[in-house]
Nanobody
């Protein structure tokens, strides 16, 4: 499995921006589709965004569409989540995940990075 490490979380105010990074190691990064999920306190983990192995195909949850952008740099073995116009309801632990091309489930997960958005 590929190993994933997230970074870039923090405490920001509503309307601010953050960029999360997910550094991958251990396998060929371009063999994997990448995604971001998040989990708020007391809630289930939810899908945020995904990008296929090349980054050419992307999709988003309706709650973040138009505000968040997923991208990846296969030369740097890193995926990103650019988050703009942050809202308090975006507060959560954000996880990146990887799945081998052609598979359905994400079987590699990072440890998560906390994002807190205050009013």
């Amino acid at each position: 499995q590929v190993q994933l490490v997230e970074s870039g979380g923090g405490l920001v105010q509503a309307g601010d921006s953050l960029r999360l990074s997910c550094a991958a190691s251990g396998r060929t990064f371009s063999d994997y589709d990448m995604a971001w999920f998040r989990q708020a306190p007391g809630k289930e983990r939810e899908f945020v965004a995904r990008a296929n192995w090349s980054g050419g195909v992307r999709s988003y949850a309706d709650t973040v569409k138009g505000r968040f952008t997923i991208s990846r740099d296969n030369a740097k073995n890193t995926a990103y989540l650019q988050m703009n116009s942050l809202k308090p309801e975006d507060t959560a632990v954000y996880y990146c995940a990887a799945r081998l091309r052609g598979l359905l489930g994400y079987n590699s997960w990072g440890q998560g990075t906390q994002v807190t958005v205050s009013l």
